[in-house]
């Protein structure tokens, strides 16, 4: 036989009020239950995040410290390179420096030959 109540609206009203507070309630309870849980994957998560930014700034100080390394590298070549640059040119200076000597010494000897022989020739003349 079928149950035939007179659901009126302040029945159905009820029904409902009682229908979300039992929710409400078994939210609250499961929320309660929950709570130790959540707690521990929060601490999990805020360990995590703890990791990685300390992995994060690892990685900064190593890439600054690269960073460093080569432009020291860098600096060194550049010394290296200047102080090549400066030896090549004192050694082309000396190089000019020994040539302009050689002819002037050579012109020297040449007016010293031209002098002994003009003296004698006017040794014979005489």
Excluded: F, H, W
């Amino acid at each position: 036989m079928k149950n035939i109540r007179d659901n009126d609206l302040s029945e159905r009203r009820k029904a409902a009020a009682e229908a979300k507070a039992t929710l409400l309630r078994n939210y609250r309870v499961a929320k309660e239950a929950a709570e130790p849980t959540r707690i521990a994957r929060q601490e999990e998560r805020m360990a995590a995040a703890k990791v990685r930014e300390e992995l994060r700034a690892a990685r900064e100080r190593a890439k600054l410290e690269e960073q460093q390394r080569v432009q020291a590298e860098n600096v060194e070549r550049q010394a290296a390179a200047d102080a090549v640059a400066a030896a090549e040119a004192a050694a082309g200076e000396a190089a000019e420096n020994i040539r302009i000597s050689r002819v002037v010494e050579d012109e020297a000897a040449r007016k010293a030959e031209r002098d002994r022989r003009y003296a004698n020739r006017k040794a014979r003349q005489r």
